[in-house]
Structure formats: C-alpha cells, structure tokens
C-alpha cells in the first residue's frame, strides 16, 4: 500500500530523517494560523497518489501574503483527475543541491537495492534511462541492520559524505516498515544541513497487519469486499465475467479472452479448494457488476470438488450466462448437476471463451 | 530429473495443519505407488509425540532428524512463522526446503533465503505448489494424476496454470522429467536461472518449458542463462498496470514487467513463446 508524501514524512521523521517543518491543512484557510511557525517562504503540495504531480501542477510556491489565496487554488484543482482533499504546507528550503535515493527489493539477487544519483529531481527517471552510471547500485544482505561503510562509501562516490546517515536512515525505515519501496527525491543539501524534500513509501502488502494498518487504501470497495471472501480481485471493465482458481490460470483465461477478440470484465481467483459458499459470492460478485453478460469459470486442480463448484454455482441463480470449464475430483457429479439446471460445462479453455464469445457478441 | 528422487526422505513442517495433513497423505500415496521413501517424519512445535497418517510427529526439524534420515522439508506453515520455519529447517541441515505458504511478508523471506544460503540450504517459493518429478517422487500439493514421466522439464511461477500446461503435455503425449513451481513471490529462492542450471545438468530432460506472468524481468534473464531448448508462455498480456493480479509477484511496476514487453525481448533470444497454452505441445515438438 502507498503511503501519502505526509504519512511517509511522519515515518522518516520518526527514524530521524530531517524534514522541512509543516503542516497538513484540509481546507485553504487553515493555512493562516499555521504561517508565524513555519515562515514566510512556503510549498504548498497536493497529498495526492499521483506520478509526476509537479509537473501537472500539484505543487505550488506562495509567502505569506499570498498563500491563503495561492491554497485555495490548489485545492480547487483536479491533479490528473484527482481532486485535492489535502495539501501539505511547508517551510521552502534553501536548496544546494539536490540527490536521489531509494531503497527496493531486488527479485534478481533477492536482496534490498539501494539507488544512488548525484542529480535527484523529477527527471531522475529519464536521467537514468539515457546515462545508466549517473545511477550507483549497490545490493546490501538482507541479514545486516546497517549499510556498511565500504557499501556506504560505493554508494556515495564523491557526494557529501554527510548524506550517509540519512540513506542509512532511510535503510531502517525499509526494513522495519516491511517496505517494498522506500524513496527519497530529492535528497537535498541546504545550509542548514541535509533534508528529505520529497519522500514515497510503499509498505508490503502482506506486512499491512503487523504494521498496524488495518484497511488497505489501494483497493476500491468491491475489491475489498472480495479481500473478505479471501478472493484476489481486480476489475476490467469488460463484459465478460472470470472466475478461475490460482492466479496464473485466471490471468490467462483473461488472456485468453483477449486472444478471441473478447474484454473481460474483471480477474477474479476463488484460491484452492473453493467449496459451495465461496463460488456462490464469487458468482455473485462478478455478476453484480454492470456490463457483465456472461461469467466464464475456469477451475482445475486436485483439491477443488467440482460438484461443490457446481451447487455454487446453482445457488447464486444470476441472470448472466455462465459456462464452466472444470477439471479436479467428482467431475461428473457436477457435470449431472449443471446439465440438470441448464448450465454448460465444456472440456477446454479455449472451448468455454469461445462459447462465452458466442453469448456476448 | 532435478532436486530430488525417490531416495530422498521429507519431513513436513506443520504436519499437523490442515494442508499438511491432507497433502502427507498424498505425498505418501505417490511414494507408495512409485517406490519412494516419502515423507518420513513430521515437525509441528508442541504437537510431539502424535502420529498423521502413520507419520511420527516431533516437536522440532532437529529432533525429527535425529530420528530419520531426512534431506528435503517440505512447508506448510502460516505466513507469520514460515520464514522462521525455513531458518529451523536450514539450521537443523535440510539441505532442500519447499515453501508452499502464500502471503509471506517479502522482508521475511528475503531474510529467510539470504540465511538458508549461509547453511547451504535449497529454497523452492514460496508461495510454490512444490515439484513433482513423475514416477520418482513429489514434494508439495502438485496432482500426480496428470503428469507423466518423459524428457520436458516445466518450470512456473505458478500453480494451476501449470497443471494446465502439464495436462496439455500428457494428452499430447509428451511426458515430464521435473516439474517444478518455483513460487508467485517477488521474492523467491530458486529462480528460472536456477532451475535451469540444474535441468542443464540433468540427463533426463531435453527441454524445457518456462511457464512466466507479468512482474520482474526473471524470465528473461533465466533464458539468457541456458543452452538448453526453451518454450515460454507468459500470462497477463492483458494485465493492467499497477494492479496485483492475484500473486504478490504478478504487478506491473514503475513500467516494468508487462507480459506484452517479455515476450518481445524473449522472442528476441530466438525463443519461441506461446500465445496461449493449448499451443505449447505443438511448440516443445519442434524444439525436441
């Protein structure tokens, strides 16, 4: 789940990341108590989930004269279609120079990659893309609770060392809050010392309980409302419904859909050993929502009784057309059953899209 | 024929759970019928002294190999204590450990690997429906039923998707040396470089069929590894950005990983991809 510039802030300065002093504000007069503590030179920044909001007009610049004005506007904008609830009021600083970091994991060495650039800023992407040496790397053993001084020192090269016990900083914050991402652009150099201007903080969504998190914001409600059910779920915006069992042969019943010139409506994986109750909700699920005029379901394995599957399916009784495609213990029975109620259950992937096609054209 | 033959004794760690009752039973129905020693030995913390399915349970991997000549463990234990479980196992000298736990916080597993690395312990997932290597052995909850022995070697990312391929190849009359899941993860032990080195140095297997999905480039580099014969399929080309499509691995990040920009760079190697999996039989003939 992605942690807001504000909330991430809240976290780095917690494990003694220097950060501008501010202040969250929810509406734009709220800004004029707050201006005798945090100065007369202020950002204004939208606390929106959005790449790139610089550049699309989420941060705004404003003294003390201007700023309840210069507030009002910014949240009357939409940032790339998102509208602005809450914007973060910071003292503007007096920047020297400005560097990158972040913290990831590496799925090739399967190791925390730290990520160093002397030149930080809203480019840093295509920065890299067009020189990759302008980005240092360097992978740290996932064993060690600190970066060692010899990594430290490849990572730095001739940037200022007094950089080192943020990034070291920014080290803890990844491992602690069971981070997959942990960034700081830019990393700024002011007289008074170093700062995280910027800060991005992406906790791993199956640490969310033991971080103290109890809903995870990046899902809509329905996806949530799948969660419950213990369902993977992610909406398309198709016409054809999909149930499947096991991640990798429902995205390729997606796949597959595409492959036939077809749109599906939504992923959705039941998991293993899905019995009446679960593939009634599912059903029920997919066909409540709009658009949807067939569910394809697609379930194989040796632990899924498919005349289970088949009473859920009779039990959910939704008007779209649903055919099956199922393999696994007592594949008769629950090809009786659905014969019996009028279903179709064919014997191939490639036979049930087809047939779903059939059925939404 | 790659991490395991008939020879190898498995313990299960939380054999005492749900999936590891039902999944011991199976793993020793298969050792049974091909000859295999199985699972010999159980490990659940305070459940020592019980038996499942005529398997003795220990209250640790330590005590349950002091008693049984065990190399391989095989994991079912809740994602908040599985990391620790594959410490134990490593630290007690299981020398191959098989995660079938889904949902384990990535940090842990990292940990989990770099330490069993240290104890020179093998880690299959997590998040894997194990191996299966037909007519020698299984280790994990694959269904036997549907392989058959011969020289194709399939390596996945993910479960059922990969029973389909395997039945696809059965009733297409090509059989399998090892089939192994290497996990849904972004964070995993034995990665496709991995598993095709070890396939490399298998006599049995001619070829190999990598069974992909979107996130992470790890198909890719594991082909770019391998002299051996390959056929790929990569699921999700239709997989929107930014979303987990089921597997904590399967997310198209910061525009990385898309299923679309694999099969280009993959097709680029002189590799063949399969648009869908009903194809593969068709394909792995051709490079036999």
């Known amino acids: 789940m992605k942690l807001l510039e504000y909330e991430a802030k809240e976290v780095f300065s917690k494990y003694g990341i220097p950060v501008p002093k501010g202040v969250l504000i929810r509406a734009p007069e709220e800004i004029a108590a707050h201006l005798p503590e945090i100065g007369d030179a202020l950002v204004l920044k939208a606390q929106v989930d959005v790449g790139g909001r610089g550049k699309a007009g989420g941060v705004l610049f404003a003294d003390g004269a201007t700023a309840v004005e210069t507030a009002r506007d910014l949240f009357s904008r939409d940032i790339r279609g998102v509208p602005v609830g809450r914007v973060l009021v910071e003292e503007k600083l007096a920047i020297e120079h400005e560097y990158y970091v972040s913290i990831a994991v590496d799925r090739s060495s399967r190791q925390p990659v730290i990520l160093f650039a002397d030149a930080g800023g809203v480019d840093i992407e295509s920065a890299a893309l067009a020189d990759e040496s302008a980005v240092r790397r360097v992978i740290v053993s996932p064993l060690l609770h600190d970066i060692p001084p010899f990594l430290m020192r490849e990572l730095l090269g001739d940037a200022p060392k007094e950089l080192a016990p943020a990034i070291n900083r920014l080290y803890h914050v990844f491992r602690e809050k069971d981070a ?182 | 024929m790659i991490y395991a033959d008939k020879s190898v004794g498995v313990i299960v760690q939380n054999i005492t759970g749900r999936q ?150 059965t009733r297409a009359g090509i059989g399998q040396s090892t089939i192994v899941g290497i996990g849904g993860d972004p964070v995993i032990g034995q990665t496709f470089v991995d598993a095709l080195a070890e396939f490399e140095d298998d006599p049995w297997t001619e070829a190999v069929v990598i069974i992909g999905e979107v996130g992470g480039n790890l198909e890719e580099e594991g082909i770019r590894s391998t002299d051996l014969p390959v056929v790929a399929y990569i699921a999700g080309v239709s997989a929107p950005p930014e979303k987990r499509m089921g597997h904590a691995g399967a997310i198209i990040e910061g525009g990385e990983g898309d299923a679309r920009s694999k099969i280009r760079r993959i097709s680029a190697l002189d590799v063949l991809v399969a648009s869908r999996p009903s194809e593969i039989p068709e394909l792995i003939r051709g490079v036999l």
């Open chain 1, 180 to 361: 997959m991402l942990a960034e700081i652009n830019p990393l700024v150099t002011t007289p008074r010392g170093v700062y995280a201007a910027d800060a991005k903080l992406i906790i791993d969504d199956n640490a969310l309980a033991r971080q103290g998190i109890a809903v995870n914001r990046d899902l809509s409600e329905r996806e949530r409302e799948a969660e419950k059910h213990g369902f993977s779920y992610v909406e398309l915006g198709g016409s054809i419904g999909v149930i499947g069992n096991g991640a990798g042969l429902t995205m390729s019943t997606l796949d597959l859909i595409e492959f036939y010139r077809g749109r599906a409506a939504n992923f959705l994986d039941v998991g293993g050993g899905a019995d009446q109750e679960r593939v009634m909700h599912a059903v029920k699920l997919v066909a409540s929502m709009p658009g949807v005029n067939v569910i394809v379901v697609n379930l194989l394995g040796g632990i899924t009784r498919c005349d289970e599957v088949a009473k859920g399916i009779i039990a959910a009784d939704v008007p779209p057309k649903v055919i099956v495609r199922m393999a696994g213990t007592n594949e008769e029975e629950g090809r009786e059953l659905l014969a019996e109620h009028g279903y179709r259950m064919l014997g191939s992937m490639d036979a049930a899209i087809r047939a779903a096609m059939e059925v939404s054209a």
């Open chain 2, 20 to 169: 590891g009752r039902f999944h011991t039973e199976l793993m020793n129905d298969y050792a049974r019928e091909v000859g295999g020693r199985g699972v010999v030995a159980g490990a659940a913390p305070g459940k020592g002294g019980q038996e499942v399915h005529g398997v003795p349970v220990y209250n640790t991997v330590r005590e349950a190999l002091r008693e049984h000549d065990a190399t391989a463990s095989v994991i079912f234990v809740p994602a908040m204590a599985a990391a620790d479980a594959v410490m134990e196992a490593a630290h007690a000298g299981i020398e191959l450990a098989v995660v079938i736990t889904e949902h384990i916080p990535v940090h842990d597993t990292m940990k989990a690997v770099a330490y069993a690395e240290l104890h020179d312990c093998t880690v299959i997932g997590p998040n894997s429906p194990g191996l299966l290597s037909p007519g020698e052995c299984k280790l994990g909850i694959m269904p036997a039923h549907l392989a058959t022995r011969g020289g194709v070697g399939v390596i996945s990312r993910s479960g059922t998707l990969t029973y389909e391929v395997v039945d696809e190849l």
